[in-house]
């Protein structure tokens, strides 16, 4: 399962720098150790990159918050607020740990420890640059969403184990809330399976490597189907990593702190480490199955290397997802439940038939490429503005009576 | 015959055994799923990539959640369970039926006639798979698929037929 | 409905993000200690006892220690203490003065009942809000130096209502001084006459 670094000396330096300094620290080791010590410098490398990542991620949200609010965000704690995840991480752990007196303690201190492994563990096949991938297995894109699948339960654990009728019902919502969510995530990248033929990650990143007329990448979401697969991932990640507008079960509002009300200090912690891991784990595979992976945009700017490109593409998914939370107010848990079953699940089977038909057209020639996309795009947008207008019915357009015009 | 397929045996078997044997029905879901996991691991051992991941994924992330939710709704009382004579009979009934069971099935597996030497398995890439599912196997996945279909719908019936949400449907 | 009400809201939003870097309007935070707002005029604190002059500040207080904010005071935190002697004051009458002002403001509630009830303007409303100090009792109880500041100050923080105070006592102080010139001239004239009959010796 696991792969020699294949090194090609005709990449530029830049691209081959990290495979060369795995190799130099291996090198000193005996032949028989160094499939192990490739391994593991690959995954202490993945969690140090990713546990910074974190870091900077919680304060980049609340600096990007304060922006768009009309205030700084934190600025006192160091250069700009650059010491404040350290501030936080050290009240985290010098906080006292809770636990309820009849709550399960064994499930209580599971919950957090095996939603982390969870989300830690989908980071292994993502491919990060040419030849950065840590496990390059034929079922990438399945292991990657049957581990996630994972993290459900933990939440359960989490609202039973606290002994509290409140969290139990909370969990309840949010389990509903990650499930209804699951089945458009999964179907909305099947279209990429389709034509792709394979559920490889690295095959897919490579796939999307040409450029046409020499500047139009062949990412798929340049594809009427890639775009629309791409939309209904984006909004399913959102609602799958609990991300605001879909953040009812975190939320202060909502029956405190929903199934996380028991947990306080470094567990506490534990949570949104790996709610912003499974955010930027989520982020990583729509970047790799839609956005071209580690491919650059345009043929004259592969002198990038291409982990620098893949880390461009996910920290403006990054940066999209923290403009939502933003902007738009929380939905309620049937609204939620209500968009995913009746528009969600419908849409991203219309996608499925929409991509049959454009692979089966593949074949009609190029001078046909202009009603494929016609067809395509009627295939697309008819049922989305039946849809929108079925179930926006009996919600007028608000007036406001005392808001200045 | 190596020590991770030692390990995975063991800790599925441990674990499904301690399952049974709980008496908090929770505990004893949360075990099955580490017994699911080493299913999952089993068929990893034997290069079956695409069925351990999809048995992780419908077994884990969703039979488990069907379990707990069918335990959650249905719970009884925490029961002070004294032992009394009559689950000691059950206890030697439970035992018999079980040793035949067992005897049973290790006779079917001791007389099949598996071949003497080593047989080098089928490339099971998924591509392989796919092509085996939509060309050869494809009614069975039909019939299949639209069992299931009419499984969820008849459950969504049961669910949604109740005398009082009549006036509110 | 399709969605467009979604991408306004996001272009709303990004059009803050990226102006609240350069444009004043969009980033109204004032960051506190580097940056201090001025308060309103009408804003109001903890009272402050108004001198006249800065290089006698005791000495020049408006105050005639007449009692009323301390009978007026909803919270009663106001101890005055009566002198024996008296002084004149800026009218050139002879008036009491406060020996002892005392103002606890742990219990002032900034309700500027005594300001309004002082009939001699003696006590305003100050401005300041960095007030928090170490021990609760000792001080907190806002003695008569520690209150006295003068009238300067007090065109300094409200402008306006010190130069109405201002022109108003100018007016009475006129008044006054008129009323006084004209008894003194009708006295001196009395007198003028009592001297102009008064040659004629009794004999």
């Not at chain 1, 139009?216 to 594809?223: A, D, I, K, R, S």
């Given at each position: 399962m696991s792969m020699l670094p294949i090194l090609?000396?005709?990449?530029?330096y830049l691209e081959r720098l990290p495979l060369l300094l795995r190799e130099a620290f291996t090198?000193?080791?005996?032949?028989?150790?160094h499939t192990l010590s490739n391994q593991l410098i690959s995954i202490v490398v993945i969690l140090s990159v990713f546990g910074l990542l974190f870091a900077i991620l919680t304060l980049a949200e609340r600096k990007i918050l304060g922006h768009v609010q009309n205030r700084p965000g934190p600025?006192?704690?160091g250069f700009f607020g650059m010491l404040q995840p350290f501030a936080d991480g050290i009240k985290m752990l010098t906080k006292e740990d809770i636990v309820p007196v009849a709550a399960d303690h064994v499930l209580h201190l599971l919950a957090p420890v095996s939603l982390l492994a969870a989300s830690i563990l989908?980071?292994?096949?993502?491919?990060?640059?040419?030849?950065?991938?840590?496990l390059d297995i034929d079922t990438a894109a399945l292991y990657f969403f049957a581990v996630g699948s994972a993290t459900e339960l933990s939440v359960f654990m989490a609202g039973w184990s606290s002994n509290n009728k409140y969290s139990l019902l909370a969990a309840m919502r949010a389990l509903a809330q990650l499930i209804s969510y699951e089945l458009p995530l999964i179907i909305s990248w099947i279209p990429v399976v389709m034509v792709?033929?394979?559920?490889s990650l690295t095959r897919i990143v490579s796939l999307q490597s040409g450029y046409s007329f020499g500047i139009?990448?062949?990412?798929?979401?340049?594809?009427p189907w890639g775009f629309v697969a791409f939309a209904l991932f984006m909004v399913s990640a959102l609602a799958e990593s609990n991300r605001?507008?879909?953040?009812l079960p975190e939320?202060?509002?909502?029956?405190?702190?929903?199934?996380?009300?028991e947990y306080s200090g470094f567990k506490y912690a534990l949570f949104f480490m790996a709610e912003y891991f499974g955010m930027t784990a989520l982020s990583g595979m729509a970047v790799s199955l839609f956005?071209?992976?580690?491919?650059?945009?345009?043929?004259?700017?592969?002198?990038?290397p291409s982990y620098l490109w893949f880390a461009v593409k996910l920290l403006s998914l990054l940066a999209g997802f923290m403009w939502i939370r933003a902007t738009f107010p929380r939905l309620r848990i049937d609204q939620l439940t209500r968009f995913a079953w009746k528009f969600l699940v419908p849409l991203s089977l219309i996608n499925l038939v929409t991509t049959a038909f454009w692979i089966l057209s593949q074949?009609?020639?190029?001078?046909?490429f202009i009603p494929r996309l016609i067809i395509t795009l009627i295939l697309i947008v008819v049922p989305y503005i039946l849809l929108s207008k079925k179930l926006g019915?009996?919600?007028?357009v608000r007036t406001y009576t005392y808001a200045p015009q | 015959m190596n020590a991770t397929l030692l390990i995975t045996i063991g800790v599925t078997l441990i674990s499904s055994a301690v399952a049974l044997s709980l008496r908090n029905l929770i505990h004893s879901v949360l075990l099955l799923v580490i017994t699911w996991i080493g299913i999952c691991a089993f068929y990893l051992i034997f290069n079956a990539e695409f069925i351990a991941f999809t048995q992780l994924l419908v077994y884990v992330g969703a039979i488990s959640m069907v379990a707990l939710f069918a335990v959650l709704l249905t719970r009884v009382a925490p029961s002070t369970n004294q032992r009394n004579k009559q689950s000691v009979t059950r206890f030697i009934y439970a035992l018999i039926t079980g040793l035949s069971l067992f005897s049973l099935m290790a006779f079917a597996v001791l007389h099949t006639d598996s071949p003497k030497e080593k047989v080098e398995a089928l490339p099971a890439t998924v591509y392989s798979i796919g092509k085996a599912l939509t060309e050869e196997y494809a009614p069975a996945l039909m019939i299949t698929g639209s069992l299931l279909t009419l499984a969820i719908l008849g459950s969504v019936l049961l669910a949604a037929h109740?005398?009082?949400s009549k006036e509110n449907s | 409905m399709y969605g467009f009400g979604l991408i306004r809201g996001l272009i709303v939003t990004g059009k803050n993000f990226v102006q609240s870097f350069y444009n004043p309007s969009r980033y109204t935070?004032?960051?506190y200690p580097e940056v201090k707002s001025t308060p309103p005029e009408a804003y109001r604190s903890f009272p402050f006892l108004v001198t006249d002059s800065e290089t006698d500040p005791l000495g020049a207080?408006?105050?005639?220690?007449?009692?009323t904010c301390e009978k007026e005071c909803p919270a009663q935190c106001i101890f005055i203490e009566k002198s024996k002697d008296k002084k004149p004051d800026a009218n050139g009458r002879l008036q009491f003065y406060p020996t002892q002002f005392i103002i606890d403001s742990s219990v002032c509630?900034?309700?500027?009942i005594c300001v309004e009830v002082c009939p001699f303007d003696s006590i305003k409303m100050d401005k300041?809000?960095?007030?928090?100090?170490?021990?609760?009792f000792e001080n907190l109880l806002l003695t008569r130096d520690k209150l006295t500041k003068s009238n300067q100050y007090f065109h300094l923080i409200s402008p306006s209502e010190a130069q109405e105070v201002d022109d108003r006592l100018a007016a009475e102080r006129k008044v006054a001084q008129e009323k006084a010139a004209a008894q003194a001239k009708a006295k001196a004239e009395a007198a003028a006459l009592a001297a102009q009959v008064k040659p004629v010796p009794a004999p």
């Open positions: 090609q000396t005709q990449d530029p090198h000193y080791l005996p032949e028989p150790w600025n006192r704690t989908t980071f292994a096949v993502i491919p990060y640059g040419k030849n950065l991938v840590a792709a033929s394979t559920l139009l990448p062949h990412w798929y979401v340049f594809t605001s507008p879909f953040d939320a202060e509002s909502e029956l405190i702190a929903g199934h996380l009300t956005l071209g992976g580690w491919n650059a945009p345009s043929p004259y700017l592969t002198f990038i074949n009609w020639g190029h001078l046909y019915r009996g919600y007028a | 109740s005398p009082q | 935070t004032q960051e207080l408006r105050c005639v220690a007449c009692l509630m900034s309700c500027q300041v809000f960095e007030v928090a100090v170490s021990s609760r």
